[in-house]
């Protein structure tokens, strides 16, 4: 079954509408919770009187951050563990009055409908002491009178930083010393569904039903905002809209679990909105980097230094693990004997950034990429040649991170395929020294991506599978669907071990914390590596199980027996079949035996997934229009599972690469704070209009680390399209932009600065 475009599992059910999402599960007389937030950047509530909305008819409760427990508690979708050293930083209450951005939660309303708590939240008055706002992070870290957080003066929530060999010497060893300064913008996940959750109490124990990506963490993160046994929640996870990690932080279940508590364990429902999605949750962290590299006469990297600032927003959320991932990514691939590092995450008066499909590389290959282009540009060699002159050949390792190796490495592959199918060195020189005001380019760039999260945090995952009477299996995860096929491929992961067919797993796409197996959820790339490690476990003890069974069944000379598609073989001949054996186990009245297996396994091992993205591109100078002309994305993920789903993840995540590199961006007034384009009508999301055809292509190398030879795929695809494009552009103009997305105010501007309007 593996390597197959078997359908998706979910398919049917979620074309023709059966499929259920929270909102399709809601209780009868659910209560409506909505939140008030704060109408300033920076500062402290020094009064709230809420009533009027007390008063209102239909309005069942009023908290503010007065009534909430006052301890603070962390978001982040990450492992918990028993070592402090990696433990999340705890900075935020469920309702607070130290205001922090524009649109921090102060209080919230519960009432008998939607119509009557949105009245009720206009009642609420509010008076503040404003402090001055400051959304950038090199400006923030210079402290100020009020820092965001008072146990970080400075508003720096971390830095960390590495050393390889002596950077300092090794520019001064080379011929040629470059630098640049590259920015990434604040930008938001936009999945289908907008975050959305209800809870209720049921026998004393909270039950919160929610759209996560994490529901064992949100279990603990509940627990902890609220200080109560963890024991007492339970978590259900429907079918989810997309998360893109968004969902991979615990988000308004802690304030939902309250409000239920508040209201005698009555039904909440707290659905928010798109407008508060874009302010209210997460977003991708904006980080400005300056890099510099020393080269020799020969266009090799003899010293290359990184100093990355990331904005963080007002809450710690995901924080520093994200400019921790970047720096990662600038040791990675490109041979060097001389490397520095050195990154600082910092508090400003902005939304929180938290986790968004590939943490943090998107960002760091935006720049890399980009100064590789602009190196190959000084030195006058073409951009794909300098890259091949300094990219690591085979097998590679992380120098800090000794796990984390490139045990399988096909980047030279996916280059040539990539430059094959753009015609590479034919339109380099084809669109050279061109002249007018529509020109085109070719550019391309490439990523190196780590597959989970081991060795910085730990990786577990648990299965479950269950002999039916009908001798089909029943697969339980706690992993979860987000939409990216994975229950597709843990079927057929089931179904390859098992020898069985995929029509025979049937999996639960359903999360409950009190009845799946323990898994920290969909993230990191990571499910069908480590989940997928823990599926191949459990079917080889289901495997052994059942032969085990049909042993007892079957004379001795017959006991050397195999599994094929529904029979029991001993050598070559059928016995029995699986039905049979299964009715058998369970209602045999002398051998009856439900046959299960389970497994929970930590998975201490990772590998890297390569590849790249070629862009043609056509500017339209005077406009300041870049239309995509072909564009193609070649990846070394191991052996494809799923060919189909494969290529699904790929044009997904180039739709958000595109988008990255070319329009999307939330904007911030520079005096409060406030988010100004917080709409899907504002916020330039790519369309079918603006999507050329999009080409996915794959080298298959057997990983030896990877369940069924695999590695990382569901985020890789979004990472390196924005700097193909920016590289693409650059070629086409001579003018090299350094800040995406390449809007056409940006790119007139530019195009201004060099002469060319």
Known sequence: MIGKSVPRVDAYDKVTGRAKFTDDMILNKCLIA???????????VRSIDTSEAEALDGVVKVVTFKDVPDHCYPTPGHPWSVELAHQDVADRNI??????????????VVAEDEVTASRALRLIKVEYEEYPVEIHPRKSMRGSAHPIHLDKKDNILARSNYFIGNVDQGLRDS??????????????????????????????????????????????????????????IRVIKPYIGGGFGNKQDVLYEPLNAFLTLQV??????????????FCNTRSRHAIEYDLTAGIDKEGRLIAKDMTAYSNQGAYASHGHAIAANGLTAWRLQYACPNIRGEAYTVYTNTPVAGAMRAYGIPQADFAIESFMDDIAAEIHMDPLEFRRKNLIQGYYEDAFLKPIAANTNGIFECL????????????????????????????????????????????????????NQDGSMQLQLGATEIGQGADTVFCQMAA?????????????????????????GAYGSRQSFVTGTAVKQCAQLMYEKILDYARTLLPREKRTLSLDHGWIYAEDTRVLSLEELALESYYSLTNSSAITAEVSTQVKRNTIATGCCFAEVEVDIRLGKIKILDIINVHDSGKLLNPQLARMQVHGGMSMGMGYGLSEQLL??????????????????????????LTADFVELDDPMGPYGNKALGEPPAIPCAPAIRNAVFHATGVAFNENPLTPQRLIEGFKNAGLI
């Open 668 to 693: 911030l007034d520079e005096k409060t704070g406030r988010l100004l384009n917080g709409t899907l009508l504002d916020y330039k999301l790519m369309t079918t209009m603006d999507t050329p055809d």
């Open 175 to 232: 011929d040629i010393v470059i630098k640049r300064s590259y920015k990434t913008p604040i930008v938001q996940h936009c999945h289908i569904e907008n975050p959305i959750s209800y809870a209720y109490m049921e026998n004393g124990r909270i039950v919160i039903v929610t759209s996560t990506q994490i529901p064992h963490i949100v279990r603990r993160v509940v627990g902890q905002a609220l200080g109560i046994p963890w024991g007492r």
């Open 95 to 108: 309702l607070t009055g130290r205001v922090r951005y524009y649109g921090d939660d102060i209080a919230a």
């Open 496 to 520: 390859e071990t098992l020898h069985m067919d995929v029509e025979d797993i049937h999996i639960q796409t359903v999360q409950d914390t009190d009845v799946s197996p323990f898994d920290t």
């Open 416 to 467: 040539k395929k990539g430059a094959d199918y753009i015609h590479w060195y034919e339109k380099r020189k084809k669109y050279e020294n061109q002249t007018g005001d529509i020109r085109k380019g070719v550019g391309m760039a490439l990523f190196s991506y780590k597959t989970g999260v081991w060795p910085i945090s730990l990786e577990i995952a648990g299965a479950r599978l269950a002999l």
């Open 264 to 277: 005698g364990g009555r039904p909440v429902k707290l659905d928010v909105s798109r407008e508060e999605t």
């Open 34 to 44: 909505k939140v008030y937030h704060a109408t300033i950047g920076n500062g402290v």
